[in-house]
């Protein structure tokens, strides 16, 4: 795995040592090697580009969702994909172009709604008849327009290797394809004069290493988009094929090169295109993890060492499921060193433990490192996606700091919640004169 090391044996991140970083910030801290993530999004953009393809590249922010990190997003020329208010908000904070914003949610509240139509949202990405509903409505009080994405399930799961057909899919997401629900949600839709259908969209999984799920899901939505133009003269302007590409955690995993992906998706809508005669729709994808997991490191500093003669030896951090839940969620493998030993051999196994009151806050159960020592500076790789934006209070630990490293230079995008913030919502039950509603 890519892995840059100074003379002395020491982690770079960016061309910095971690440990400047560690010094600076303090740990935990996530670090972002903001040229890798400008890399990820012009590998798909780019590769968009060079084919001539029509596309929006919409970043899933959902993976990592800042006001720095939507700078980049918004430099690098991709839309975005928000799933809430809260997501919304940062969008419009960090300036984001309200026209390049997708919205997303199985069960989109009504501020929701209203908030993307009085901001004048590229798109909803309906999912469900109570959204129809709603929509029809804030749109008739605002006597706005939207323009949509239905959002299908074409049946088709994609995991890591290998993708499940499951003709109706059990998902708490999208219209069903098979018992004519989508169809149904078109036409409600379709004749609402103050909704324009562009197209439709489906996304079949995360973490996906194979190509062969996303060209089957284009298939089926290109059997449904031939259906309703000979039914309904109906014509997609917009294919969206979601997100989903996978990245590198460990040496066990091999996801293809991104534009790989964005390579076979051209090819499949290029292919159904010709063969149903179908006018060449614009791809969109949805990438998160693609975006900025291979580019976040986590920084930790090594504390307690345990160990258990013949069975392991537990060596803690001074962070855990609070700034990474995935080991803990679903079985999550990453990969680590210690930072300032990078020359020294990785002999001896360590089970990496988090500093929360829960045995299951482990961040890697067995890791080969140098001998390990209170003190050292431990990196974990990966973690740009869904780390941070799952990071919670538990045990009452503040949030980590998040810091971009770029051209040389390192800058705290996100401040360390400190243990102040953490009661600053917390009202007094038996002083009310000290509450501030
Ligand atoms: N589009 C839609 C509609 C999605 O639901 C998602 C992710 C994405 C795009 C972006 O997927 P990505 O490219 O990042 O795989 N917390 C989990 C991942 C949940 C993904 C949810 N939806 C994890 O940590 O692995």
């Known amino acids: 795995m890519r892995r840059e090391i100074n003379d002395q044996g020491k982690l770079l991140i960016g061309g910095i040592p971690a440990s400047v970083i560690a010094e600076t910030y303090g740990t935990p801290v996530y670090v972002y090697d903001v040229a890798r993530i400008r890399q990820n999004a012009r590998a798909f953009v780019q590769t968009f580009k060079k084919h001539n393809i029509p596309a929006q590249v919409a970043y899933a922010s959902k993976a990592f969702s800042s006001i720095a990190m939507l700078e980049v997003a918004n430099q690098e020329g991709l839309s975005l994909d928000v799933v809430s208010e809260g997501e919304l908000h940062t969008a419009i904070r960090a300036g984001f172009p309200v026209e390049k914003i997708h919205m997303h949610g199985n069960n989109k509240s009504l501020a929701e709604l209203q908030m993307a139509v009085e901001y004048n949202i590229g798109c909803v990405v309906v999912d469900n008849f109570y959204e129809i509903a709603l929509l029809t409505d804030v749109l008739a009080e605002k006597e706005k327009s939207m323009d949509v994405l239905l959002r299908v399930t074409p049946g088709i799961e994609a995991h890591t290797h290998d993708y499940i057909l499951t003709g109706q899919e ?68 917009v294919l969206n094929l979601g997100g989903g590409f996978g990245i590198q955690y460990t040496e066990e995993d091999d996801p293809l090169e991104l534009d790989q992906y964005a390579i076979a998706l051209i090819d499949e809508v290029k292919l159904q295109s010709e063969k149903l005669n179908y006018p060449m729709p614009e791809i969109w994808i949805e990438p998160g993890r693609a975006i900025v997991g291979d580019a976040g490191v986590t920084l930790y500093t090594m504390g307690s060492i345990k160990e258990i003669p013949g069975v392991r030896t537990y060596a803690s951090v001074d962070g855990g499921m609070t700034d990474n839940i995935r080991p803990a969620l679903y079985q999550a493998k990453y990969d680590a060193v210690l930072a300032d030993k990078m020359h020294q051999p990785a002999e001896k196994e360590y089970a990496i433990a988090g500093k929360c009151c829960e045995s299951g806050d482990m961040l890697l159960w067995d890791v080969k490192l140098p001998n390990v020592e209170p003190h050292d500076l431990m990196a974990v790789f990966s973690t740009g996606a869904y780390g941070y934006a799952m990071a919670n209070n538990y045990n009452r630990f503040g949030k980590a700091a998040v810091v971009f490293v770029e051209n040389g230079e390192h800058q705290l995008v996100v401040r360390r919640e400190d243990f102040e913030e953490i009661t600053r919502l917390d009202l007094s039950y038996t002083k009310q004169e000290e509450n501030n509603y």
Do not use: P
């Not at 169809?183 to 259908?197: C, I, M, P, S, Y």
């Not at 996303?214 to 031939?226: D, H, R, S, V």
């Open 170 to 237: 059990d998902s708490k997401f999208g219209f069903d394809l098979s018992s004519g629900q989508a169809e149904k949600a078109f036409q409600l839709l379709n004749a609402n004069d103050q909704v324009t259908v562009k197209g439709l969209h489906c996304h079949i999984g995360s973490q996906i290493f194979e190509t062969s799920g996303f060209t089957l899901a284009t298939q089926k939505l290109f059997e449904t988009m031939k259906d309703w133009r000979e039914r309904f003269n109906y014509n997609a302007d």
